[in-house]
């Protein structure tokens, strides 16, 4: 089980208990939340560590993020649509495999609501940090560099933070896809979102 | 000291990125930039390995738990998340199990 997931439930469940409200609790939390972006800043540490065994794979790695992260803009976007959804979720779902911090960003270009963008990012990194790896593992993909980069690509800090209990080659996969696809994604989703 | 030293580096290129998003009218956010900055610090070895490694291990151990509460901030949500719940479930799952399959399958493609 996937610690982070069991303290989200069991702050939930006292919450609920206590009959407190979730703004309160989100306010006096603020000071942890800051700490994201200087972890975000600390990522180089693992990468500079494994860049010398992921360096002659660059060329794959770049490319095999960027197609991963395309199809999930472009199936989010169509499917969501497809399924009748109103526009805010539809502009949630292209952000959400994206770093929190650059989903916000890429929200207000897009016009999009904050909060539900992070929901909807919180969604995915969690559900691939808890689902990920199995459903890798049952497709015979155990690869360590492999399995990081797909988690990193869909579950972002999340699926790193995950991947680092496994090995700091698959943490460094992770981190280098998620660092990859959230500013590949930065770049190409105002311009991609328009014309989709 | 070791700790110290560190924590000012860290911050130091979280400010750099930071201002440079900010001058450049980037969509980027800073952290980002500041995480690519500091990893070609340490390939030109302008900053050393050593000199990072204690604090940045301090964060990097404790990265789960920051992102708990912000977890929780889908509570704010739960009605209208659960209103289309089982869509919304599904479109979730099959997204990301195509872009995470494709990054994998075009992955172990390019590189047999």
Redesign the interface.
Known sequence: MN??LI??VL??VV?WVAGGK??D??KS??A??F??????????????EQ?AALKR?A???I???S???L??VI??VC??RW?G?PEP?VQA?ST??V????A???SK?LGGEA??T???V???????AVW?LP??RR?G?TDP???G???G???H??G??RA?QESDLMAAAAAL?M?LN??LT??YL?YLYVWL | MDILRGLTIIFLFWAMGETTTQLARLPIPGAVLGMLGLWVALQFKWVSYASVQLSAKGFLGLMGVFFVPPSLGILLHAERLLHYGWKLALLVVITSVLSGLTTALVYKLLNR
């Open positions: 610690p982070v303290a989200i702050i939930g919450i979730v703004e609790y989100l939390t603020e942890l939340v700490m994201l972006s200087p972890t975000v800043i600390c990522l180089a540490l693992i990468l500079y860049t794979q060329f794959a790695i490319t095999a993020v197609c991963g992260g199809v999930n199936a989010g499917l969501t399924l959804l979720f779902m959400k495999a770093t929190t911090p650059i916000l960003e890429l270009s909060s539900l992070v929901a909807f919180l969604l995915s990194g969690i559900m691939g990920g459903f890798l497709l993909i560099v492999t399995s980069l797909a988690i690509t869909v579950s800090g999340i790193t933070a680092q896809a660092a959230g500013m930065a770049f105002p």
